[in-house]
């Protein structure tokens, strides 16, 4: 099996997904926002690209989310905080969401065998779907403005150490991969506390969202995969959990 990890989303090219499941990364907080979505019984989430698009795309009873530079977009119902999408208002509802990095890299993955959402909250579960469908993998990091982010590195260095523990085939990584999975196993108990001085989540600090940083740095918080499917909508992957394994009081 091969695994190839990719910085930031432009790097990806069109010959890098054909045939391949990708994983796309935004921990902070494109993908973590989607699992948990979710995990709390949206229907589903539509990726979308641009704030035009969104705003012009006409789904009955739809909740518009999504950010531009951390920040929630005007006129939009909820922003890209977990936090916002864990609760009853949620539930049965179509999100459509547009995120400055990791929307659009799920966009550009769309060509891909299967398309799935990763965060550290979902980590061993991706693992296991990823197993099952015995498929050369991509794993996207969205990365930061076009930047490398940190914390997608981590995620994908904790991704290929799951692979490592429930593959029964060989794993074979590319030079990206074996950096950020040497990275990530040993900085395991030190991960929440080197993402919360990276420069995603210092910015978060900033605008007094340290809490989603928190949130996002939990492992296998969740078993729900979320798999992309027709008209760019996340969905969880078949015989994965949707309900949350926690309740808010």
């Known amino acids: 099996m091969r695994v190839d990890v990719v910085g930031n989303v432009n790097e990806v090219r069109r010959m890098d997904i054909a045939g391949r499941c990708v994983v796309v990364i935004d921990v902070l907080?494109?993908?973590?926002?989607?699992?948990?979505?979710?995990?709390?019984?949206?229907?589903?989430?539509?990726?979308?690209?641009?704030?035009?698009?969104?705003?012009q795309l006409n789904v009955k009873?739809?909740?518009?989310?999504?950010?531009?530079?951390d920040k929630k977009i005007t006129g939009f119902e909820v922003g890209n905080s977990p936090y916002e999408y864990m609760t009853p208002n949620i539930a049965g509802k179509t999100i459509i969401l547009t995120t400055t990095?990791?929307?659009?890299?799920?966009?550009?993955?769309s060509k891909a065998r299967h398309v799935f959402a990763g965060s550290f909250l979902n980590v061993k579960a991706v693992a296991a779907v990823l197993c099952e469908l015995r498929r050369d993998i991509l794993l996207l990091c969205a990365g930061d403005q076009d930047e490398f982010a940190l914390e997608d590195g981590l995620c994908a260095g904790s991704i290929i150490e799951e692979l490592y523990r429930q593959s029964p085939f060989p794993i074979m990584l590319n030079d990206l991969g074996l950096a950020l999975h040497q990275a990530a196993t040993h900085a395991e108990d030190k991960l929440p506390d080197l993402i919360r001085v990276s420069a995603g989540g210092r910015r978060l600090e900033r605008l007094g969202r340290m809490h989603d940083v928190t949130y996002c740095t939990q492992l296998n918080l969740l078993d729900c995969v979320p798999e992309m499917g027709e008209g760019n909508r996340?969905?969880?992957?078949?015989?994965?959990?949707?309900?949350?394994?926690?309740?808010?009081?």
């Not at 494109?30 to 589903?44: E, F, K, M, N």
């Not at 078949?238 to 009081?249: A, I, S, V, Y």
């Open 61 to 69: 009873d739809a909740i518009r989310g999504g950010e531009r530079f």
């Open 101 to 109: 990095d990791g929307t659009r890299a799920l966009i550009k993955a």
């Open 29 to 55: 907080r494109t993908t973590s926002t989607i699992v948990t979505a979710l995990a709390y019984d949206a229907v589903d989430i539509i990726a979308v690209e641009t704030v035009p698009q969104a705003k």
């Open 234 to 249: 996340m969905q969880p992957f078949r015989g994965t959990r949707k309900e949350p394994l926690f309740k808010l009081l």
